[in-house]
């Protein structure tokens, strides 16, 4: 093989001559010498750097362990430090780099048109505003003019009042602790910002800002509680209140007054608006009821005609002795009426 193509003695040749690769024979290549580079041979400054940051984190985690006391020296150190001020006033250079724009105003904030809402709910059920006497509560007519069963309307309006007093107890305790709640939270805030403007740039304005995204927040809680508070409401309405249109079984003797009329005038056993006023004082319940009772009964007796013969000849009987033995031809009688519906 020809010595010139031998790639080993070249190499040999190579490391026998290398120091004719560099003008110093001093700085030929150390092959036998680490080739990775130390980074703080390079840049000195890393190493500092580096340990700079660790102590930083240190002093940060350590925040948390420290007392107030210890809090308190800190915050005193820096308020008597000479550098605050410039301090304070490169925090007003970046704040005016990189504030952000308030979107909307305090006024431009509307009230949520669902605690509104709410409140005239809870203000026409008595439950917030002045307290209700009983005279206030709402009446049926037949409330207004029935005086016999006043006694039984009063203790229905007493369970009603008595729960409806319930719902309000609990409304005002439960609104009273979310007030509370949002004052102390929101007096805490306040004087937090105050303390922190001493050090930091913070206007009354973004203080106020920050009042009200709190008061907000907080106004989750009170939209629930008005809404259950409503449903509540809604309920006892239903149970109580609303119960009274259901039909109700009128007195003995305001069914025999009105059974004796009748009876008495089958000929025309359509009462003038006189004469329904007239029975329904007598009997303690409304006009419309009276209405209503006549057009019932006159379906029952074209329906059941036999056993209304019965009870004619029954009520023709004591209106005879009622007027002292008068003749019972005097009234007259089913099978000779002309009454047609």
């Not at 660790?54 to 008597?80: F, G, H, P, V």
């Not at 203080?207 to 989750?220: E, G, N, P, W």
């Not at 329904?276 to 019932?296: D, M, Y």
Request: glycine fraction near 2%; charged fraction near 25%; charge should be neutral.
């Amino acid at each position: 093989m020809d010595p010139q193509m031998n790639p080993v003695s070249d190499l040999t040749n190579l490391n026998q001559n290398s120091n004719l690769m560099y003008s110093n024979p001093n700085d030929h290549l150390d092959l036998s010498s680490n080739p990775t580079p130390n980074n703080e041979n390079i840049n000195p400054h890393l190493g500092q750097n580096k340990c700079d940051i660790n102590q930083l984190l240190s002093q940060i985690m350590c925040i948390t362990s420290q007392s107030l006391r210890d809090a308190q020296e800190k915050k005193d150190e820096l308020e008597s430090n000479r550098i605050k001020p410039a301090l304070y006033q490169v925090l007003c250079e970046l704040k005016e780099k990189t504030a952000l724009n308030m979107r909307q105003s305090m006024d431009d904030d509307p009230q949520d048109p669902q605690i509104a809402r709410l409140d005239n709910m809870l203000m026409a059920e008595g439950v917030s505003g002045p307290e209700r006497s009983q005279d206030n509560l709402p009446l049926s007519p037949s409330q207004q003019t029935n005086t016999n069963s006043a006694d039984s309307m009063a203790l229905e309006h007493s369970d009603y009042r008595q729960k409806l007093t319930q719902i309000r107890e609990v409304y005002h305790t439960e609104l009273e602790k979310y007030e509370r709640a949002c004052s102390e939270f929101t007096t805490h805030t306040i004087h937090l910002l105050k303390d922190q403007a001493k050090t930091r740039p913070i206007a009354p304005r973004e203080i106020d800002r920050m009042v009200q995204i709190i008061r907000r927040k907080f106004s989750s809680i009170q939209v629930q509680l008005k809404q259950s508070t409503c449903e509540a409401v809604m309920i006892l309405r239903s149970r109580f209140l609303d119960a009274r249109r259901k039909r109700r079984n009128f007195s003995k003797q305001a069914k025999e007054i009105l059974d004796a009329y009748f009876y008495s005038h089958l000929s025309n056993p359509y009462p003038s608006e006189e004469a329904k006023e007239e029975l329904a004082r007598k009997c303690g319940i409304s006009v419309s009821q009276v209405s209503n009772w006549f057009g019932n009964k006159r379906i029952r007796y074209k329906k059941n005609i036999g056993k209304a013969q019965e009870e004619a000849s029954l009520y023709a009987a004591k209106n005879a002795v009622a007027v002292g033995g008068a003749d019972c031809s005097a009234v007259a009688s089913p099978m000779n009426s002309t009454y047609s519906e």
